[in-house]
């Protein structure tokens, strides 16, 4: 068998600043959907305003989440693997939103 040589690199690269507020504001809008899902669950659906204020503060986090998921993309000579893991659940919590405000 022939071995594979190994390759080594010595350079690392930092975290994006905007992936690190990405992944931060991606993880508080999954929080917060769950936690109306939750109250919506237990209170079979007849949940007041503020839950629905909360619902929409989370629409908005995922929003913002996946602006700063592009900005982070944007940068150059930075470690993009937050960006992507906070990216990838804002889109998810912004798509779970949206399904289920068309099913009602």
Known sequence: MKKRKK??????YPHARNGVL???LSGIALLTTIAVCV???VNNGNTGLPTAAWGLLAI???AAGIWFAFLALWEQDKNYLLAAIGGGISMLTLVSWIIMM???
């Open 7 to 12: 390759v080594y690199s010595y350079i690392r």
């Open 22 to 24: 990405c992944v931060v």
């Open 39 to 41: 109250i919506s669950i």
């Open 60 to 62: 908005v986090l995922s």
């Open 102 to 104: 068309a099913r009602g």
